[in-house]
């Protein structure tokens, strides 16, 4: 006998694998690539760029639902994921998430989607790059904003 398996069942198992590796990851970030922070305040290049990355990718999101409200179910709490990540980021940092707005795409289904897995991939390299540098403090939240991001990629797929 064959049992179907819910999307949200598929979703959660994809979740649950991601979070594992991401545990993982973020685990080994610091001690892989190394620590270039020297003072508190001073954090590599990478670091900054990814909360303006991330917040951009929030931004992505909203104008993707404001396009294509069809597939708003979708995609809200892809979006809110983001958001999360950048508060939580800019909060670590003590810094402000800087505002990029919400840019023009296109308006297709199929092309909003393809958009956004670009975005993801992006959003996903700048999160493994800047785990490579972060220092040990931030390789857990930007452990799971990979993490996340992978989840993500598999969901819009």
Do not use: F, K, N
């Not at 979703?11 to 003072?39: F, K, Q, Y």
């Not at 892809?78 to 980021?89: G, I, K």
């Amino acid at each position: 006998m064959h049992s179907a398996v819910s999307r949200r069942d598929l979703l959660r198992g994809v979740l649950a694998i991601a979070g594992l590796a991401g545990v993982g990851a973020a685990a080994g970030c610091d001690l892989i690539g190394g620590s270039t922070e020297t003072d508190e305040g001073e954090l590599p290049p990478e670091i900054a760029e990814l909360l303006a990355a991330t917040v951009a990718l929030g931004d992505a999101y909203d104008g993707a639902i404001a396009r294509a409200p069809s597939l708003a179910d979708r995609l809200t709490p892809m979006r809110d994921a983001h958001r999360t990540h950048a508060q939580a980021l800019a909060q670590a940092l003590a810094r402000p998430a800087p505002s990029t707005g919400t840019a023009d795409g296109p308006t297709d289904q199929a092309a909003v989607l393809a958009a956004l897995v670009e975005a993801e991939t992006q959003g996903l390299e700048a999160a493994r790059s800047a785990c490579l540098v972060a220092p040990a403090r931030l390789a857990g939240l930007i452990g799971s904003m990979a993490a996340a991001r992978a989840c993500h990629l598999e969901v819009l797929g």
